[in-house]
């Protein structure tokens, strides 16, 4: 009798512990979707080393080691990750958490990664693009307001043959692209980023001469960034 008494006339739980109740089972809950989206991280294909031991050169983007880096996958993002990126596979590795496997994650569900601070995005070209760009994980150099600088990092690879026996050679394959109006340009001179962006181009041709602008294969990628870069100050400075 008292103890019924008691709990029928014992006082509602305060408003503050309502509410922390409430953010600790959002909490777990948040946490049981990332363990199990952890899992799905690392279920992919198990990736095999195709390079030979006698290999000159590898597959990978700047290492052949792992490195740092995040990947938004399946919509969620994982940071503080070892990952490698095949070029010449274009797949995203990351390292199993309690084997020495590698996987591969499944391309069409990774949004962006970012690898020792170079940030990349996954480009599905639609027929209309098809003839310029191929599905695939490009390099985001740049990106103001509609335009964008692109980097499509491949390996080449060939079998060459020694004195003794035949090795593995691999090389790096760089293309670049500008993102004008949702169109997509092949560039790879001053000449066809000139072309690209012709409704400034006098404008360009002179900054790219004051600033003595390379275009070769060293200095590309810079020399793009900084023309679109100087391109995107031009068109804001209008539009004010």
Known sequence: MWGTQALA????????????SA???HM???YREALGSSAALYSGVQYVNYASGTAQGHQFFKSKNDMRGSVHYDGYEFTDLAIQYDAKLDALL?????SPAKFRLVDERVKHFVIDGHRFVRIVADSAAAEVVSTGYYELLFEGGPLQVLAKHGKDLQTRMGQRMSYQEFTDVDRYFLRKGGAYHPVGSKGSALAVLNDRKKELKKYAAEQKLKFGKETRAAALVQLAQHYHRLTQATAR
């Open 28 to 30: 777990h809950r948040r």
């Open 9 to 20: 006339q014992a006082p509602a739980a305060p408003a503050d512990t309502t509410l922390l």
């Open 94 to 98: 990351v390292n199993s958490f309690n």
């Open 23 to 25: 953010a600790t089972e």
